[in-house]
């Protein structure tokens, strides 16, 4: 399929995630603001749309080396997500805690913007625990309830909220946030540099952070452009 500049760029993602890691080289961001057009995307970043296009177009649509999570079943995406991405979030925040901690002590006199990344990973654990808690208690187990109400042909099931597109409209505007925090973060960082005094626990937290920011970009991408439209799409169907 030959993409053009006016195809959503959360739709090209989801079609084969390798495209993803070519909006992250032109640093197009295809999962919080994946709504857009390729050419509202490309103005936006002051990027080239023709040279972006080149390379997606130049991607074989055979020999995918990564998981074609857009075919997947949504209770065994919204399980992927909780078992692989939120885990994850669970498992670094402390570590990464610690770790700017260490540095903000060392080295924060030297480098006040420290101060500001700590504070700003410090909101964003907050905030994403209880988002995460949100879509486990919540979000998730209705959308399994959808998708297997669906495969069994019975009637659309009961669920805590009106509409599962409310609860989705949330989850996306957190979404946004998360994705403008850690984007400052980066911004702070100068891109994850490690300053010339930076001792190796400055490196190994800063590798952590950018680890992190990319995960979340792969987890904010697969709810936003996969599993959430997906799940707006299946409640209508009952209708």
Known sequence: MTISKEDIIGAIAA??????????????????????????ACISAA???????SELNELADTNKSTADYNSWPLDLLADYIEKKHHRYVSAQIPVLQGLLQKITNVHGPKHPE???????????AGELTMHMKKEELMLFPFIKKLAAAKASGSRKPSGPFDAVEHP??????????????????ETITNHY??????CNTY????HALKEFQEDLHLHIHLENN???????ALEAAFS
């Open 226 to 232: 996969i599993l959430f439209p997906k799940a707006i």
């Open 114 to 124: 420290l101060l500001d990344v700590k504070k700003l990973f410090y909101e964003c």
């Open 168 to 185: 989705i409209h949330a989850m996306l505007q957190e979404h946004a946030v998360e994705g403008e925090r850690f984007s400052t973060i």
């Open 193 to 198: 540099t490690v300053p010339d005094d930076g």
């Open 15 to 40: 079609a084969d995630l390798r495209r993803g890691r070519i909006f992250e080289k032109f640093g197009l961001d295809f999962c919080c603001n994946g709504n857009r057009s390729l050419e509202e």
């Open 47 to 53: 990027v080239d749309v023709n040279k972006v296009l």
């Open 203 to 206: 490196k190994t937290a800063y």
